[in-house]
């Protein structure tokens, strides 16, 4: 079992900064890809960006340029920084985490930008 902890989500003016962490405890060994994902009220659960194992990145085409996935050297621990943040990046934004084929999710942090 994988467990994933949010923290870092909260209340931000348009234009502001946030930033997201992600712990990652239990069997951590072999997870292959940890990213970040957002679910808006009345829509659907969307990507926002991957790290994988070897480093390699990927961002959806909305937060390009505007956020950044990292992870400390232990690879236990995963970042979202959030820049030039709109009120459409208002959403509750989940920890996932990819092992042997299986998906695990965190609780999720809430995310409010205020325009």
């Known amino acids: 079992q994988v467990q994933l902890v949010e923290s870092g989500g909260g209340l931000v003016q348009a234009g502001g900064s946030l930033r997201l962490s992600c712990v990652a405890s239990?069997?951590?060994?072999?997870?292959?890809?940890m990213g970040w994902y957002r679910q808006a009220p009345g829509k659907q659960r969307e990507l926002v960006a991957t790290?994988?194992?070897?480093?390699?990145?990927n961002y959806t085409d909305s937060v390009k340029g505007r956020f950044t996935i990292s992870r400390d050297n232990a690879k236990t621990t995963v970042y979202l920084q959030m820049n030039s943040l709109k009120p459409e990046d208002t959403a509750v934004y989940y920890c996932?985490?990819?092992?042997?084929?299986?998906?695990?999710w965190g609780q999720g942090t809430q995310v409010t930008v205020s325009s």
């Open positions: 996932a985490a990819t092992r042997l084929g299986r998906n695990y």
């Open positions: 790290i994988t194992r070897i480093g390699s990145t």
């Open positions: 239990g069997t951590i060994w072999s997870i292959n890809v």
